[in-house]
């Protein structure tokens, strides 16, 4: 089997972005944007004491939710290792908790049967051989220090040293997301990139990585998946003239890391319709959740997952092993499909009949899927203005956020 096929079948995972930017509640680039006293960021480390992590709570959720895997953040820009590293002291199992987060992370995730995914920087703000227009010297004070090739050399060794970490003690991992090539370095290969692959899957060689240690994706080698960010693209994702694996990553609020003042939850609605959205166009959904300095997912994240299940429940056969369908959709909706089942999601309440573009004399029977009841088809009324290959339906009992189910003949 196509090494891939997981994850182009999984569609919707889980992202937690978490770490010591917890503590001031801003967002997990507050070490950057905030000017701190030498050693009083790093200085967190003994007060993070999340004594509330609940990592089966947060896996059974997480499948209830229709998420098919997860994707921890083992290292943020800002150095901080979730996991405990046997190549610094800057760790959580050194922090007030002082237990391996993401051990128990990854074993609570897998015993629900889900796919396990370790979100890596490339970055690391604290390491002299890092230097960037986007660390926290040039963002607070406009300075970039001069790096030299010994040091440059030493943070490419760690950055090297925690993957291989990862790779080689947490089991079999399904993912790796390396973040993020910037900018400013877009024609280096600032990260010795075959260097850090050959490595990679010389100890995972079933691992999906994905593209973000290059930053111009046709210039190199191809990756396993590619990461569009926040959006919902308009067509499936190609390079090279060919169509690629991907998934968009977007957040449920408007930050990653956790944000105290940050209530601006987007309603399920908008979650549903990103993720149908991602899989008409071939592509996954990768939604985040910012745990607290506590170790509790924010309440708003919680009444999210708790609606997701709902909808899952319903309409997760639209989701799951779905892709982009053949037909054009009618107006305010979008169709996944799968074999000969498609699936029209509508992202509004519909204003009365909807008209099915090409799809007259094509259909056996049209089911709404939150209640099972069939759908009519109007064939008696209406027809005079519709192209030869429209079919005019009457969904009454459908809303914003419903999928029907239209098998083809």
């Excluded at 074999?339 to 509508?346: A, T, V």
């Amino acid at each position: 089997m196509n090494r891939k096929y997981w994850f182009t079948n999984a569609r919707f995972g889980l992202f937690i972005h978490w770490g010591l930017y917890s503590i001031p509640a801003s967002g997990e680039w507050i070490y950057a944007r905030r000017k701190w006293a030498s050693g009083e960021y790093e200085g967190l480390m003994h007060k993070f004491n999340p004594i509330g992590f609940n990592p089966a709570e947060w896996a059974r959720s997480a499948k209830a939710a229709g998420m098919k895997y997860v994707v921890f953040t083992t290292r943020h820009h800002d150095g901080f290792c979730m996991f405990d590293s046997h190549y610094t002291d800057y760790k959580i199992t050194n922090s007030a908790y002082g237990k391996d987060i993401t051990r128990m992370l990854t074993d609570a995730f897998r015993a629900e049967g889900m796919r396990i995914g370790f979100y890596h920087s490339l970055p690391d703000w604290t390491h002299p051989g890092w230097s960037d227009q986007e660390s926290p010297e040039y963002i607070q004070y406009g300075i970039l220090h001069e790096v030299s090739e010994a040091a440059h050399q030493e943070y490419l060794d760690l950055l090297n040293n925690h993957v291989e970490q990862l790779m080689t003690e947490f089991g079999k991992i399904d993912l790796l997301f390396l973040d993020y090539t910037s900018r400013y370095k877009a024609g280096q290969d600032y990260y010795d990139r075959e260097r850090l692959l050959e490595m990679i899957y010389r100890h995972q060689p079933d691992i999906l990585v994905d593209d973000r240690s290059a930053y111009d994706k046709d210039d190199v080698r191809y990756f396993d998946y590619y990461t569009p960010e926040i959006c919902v693209p308009n067509q499936p994702q190609t390079v090279k003239g060919e169509e690629v694996a991907w998934e968009t990553c977007c957040t449920m609020n408007d930050h990653w890391g956790y944000c105290d003042t940050d209530l601006n939850y987007k309603p399920v609605i908008s979650l549903t319709a990103g993720l149908m959205g991602c899989v008409s166009q071939n592509g996954n959904l990768l939604l985040n959740i910012g745990p607290d300095a506590n170790g509790n997912l924010p309440e708003l994240s919680l009444m999210r997952l708790k609606e997701l299940a709902e909808w899952f429940n319903n309409n997760g056969e639209a989701v799951t092993g779905a892709g982009k369908a053949e037909f054009k959709p009618p107006f305010a909706g979008c169709y996944t499909q799968k074999g000969n089942n498609l699936y029209l999601f509508f992202m509004v309440q519909p204003m009365g009949d909807v008209i099915l573009p090409q799809l007259k004399d094509r259909i056996k029977k049209i089911t709404l899927l939150r209640t099972g009841e069939d759908i009519a088809m109007i064939n008696d009324w209406g027809g005079e203005l519709l192209l030869p290959n429209e079919q005019r339906i009457r969904p009454l009992a459908a809303l914003a956020g419903d999928v029907l189910k239209i098998v083809l003949k």
